[in-house]
């Protein structure tokens, strides 16, 4: 078996070695490597939903798998959607925790996933099989299992997790239902391909890549390459009017994954034609999407945003816009991408209360004009709770990215990173209050001068050009691809203070027209909803009883 062949090359695998990238990047993020998130609204958000996830005990967490195996199960059921399938979230906590460790480097994150992932996999069958007695959803199961496991490996140098990736994905490759019908689904099938190209990269593994390809959900992903309208251009003529929203944002981090693993230019083509998609017809001001899960014609978008309360899948939006856009920077080196991360970041889930101690998520952004509310959802453990850990970790590796010689910042929070720039160790360190304030410094140490270009995004919304001043020095920032760019010597001690300019804007959505682009003169008023919202959730986090009265579509 391929289990006993990949632990044979564990440490060699756990060395570095698997498949070389075939997709180029442009620039690349530092996989949380030498990446601090200093007190500020995100890291304290981090800390938060660290403290969590460690506290669920882990008797808990195994308990239905323990006792479909026959085995003592002590714990609790937690219930919800946990206890209705004991696996639903299992994989994104593996996960969570593996990309928590990496972050922030909590030891105690790392045992916790290794732990959980040697107790599980002493449950799966002898054939593979490690669901519940009757799962309702093989595939969903299999791919958040996948996502975990293949986090596990290079976060927490758990060579097990490769064995017991192996073990399941041949009762995959054997048992999973290949139907895989167009549209709304919930099995949702077409989310598979990422992970699996995932594993691909991680181990060089060819049945993964292979296996990746079955699940390609090319007829909807075509569309976007050839700028077609997913509503009107389904390939087998039929009309699709609804697409449930997460699961076909989601979808598209398929195709980034698929272009590291190939390097075939259609698959970028996939996500640059779906982003700008998305923008003209899908997202508001605040980068939410899909009121009530769901995708529609713009046309119809307006009605539903007066009548929902369930206006955009918090969590799990904003992890696959995350995903998204990180292969998106990466693989074009185009700044415009991370304006789409930060919109989420501050109007999405990091602007949503604490999760309940029952389990209970915000899961729901509440844009509706008529009054709005923040609330837990009213039922436990739904996709939304193992989104959450995965997303806010991420806020590490989506807040630099680097090439040969520049550093780029995409997220203004505070925060430290140390890097190499020509054989010398350099730290820059990054003091901010935005977005309450327009200012961030930026502060170079080093042995002695280094050569760098430091590089930042401009985003859409500024109201005005850049102003950077070095030392006290007014200075001229270059635009590379959205980005504004100072390359210079740094001495020790050396500063870079910038300005982003903000003014209160409007952003009308319009039924013609989808999002209207905003004016130079209006170009952030999402911001300042940001800080109300940011502002309410501090007031409200730990007391916030209220419960929304719809269920959400599995997600």
Known sequence: MRGTFLLVLAPFLAAGAGAQTAGRRVVESFDFAGVTLEDGLLKRQVDEVKEYTLRLPNDDLLRGFRARAGRPAPGIDLGGWYGADVFHVFGQILSGLARLHAATGDPDCAE????????WGSCIGEDGFFFSDAPNAPHYAYDKLVGGLVDCFPYCGDAEALAHLDRITDWAIANLDRARPYGADHREWYTLSENLYRAFLATGDETYREFARVWEYAGYWDLFAAGKDIFRDRPDGALDRRYHAYSHVNTLGGAGAAYLATGERRYLDVLVGAYDYLQASQCFAMGGYG????????AELIGALGRTHNTFETQCGSWAAFKMCKYLISCTGEARFGDWIERLVYNGIGASVPMSGDGRVFCHSDYNPSGARKRNIDFGWSCCTGTRPQAVADYYDLAFFHDGDSLYVNLYTPSTLRVAFGGAEVTVRQS??????EEVRFTVDAPGPVRFALKLRAPGWLAGPLEAAAGGERVELAMDRGWAGIAREWRPGDTLEVRLPMRFAALPWTRRGGPRPP???????WRSAALRSIRRSASTSRTSKTRSSRAPARS
């Open 112 to 119: 916790k996933a290794r732990a959980l992932v040697r107790e």
């Open 291 to 298: 009121p009530d899960e769901t995708l529609r014609p713009r």
């Open 432 to 437: 901010t209050r935005f977005p309450a304030e």
């Open 519 to 525: 004016s130079s003169a209006a170009r952030s008023c």
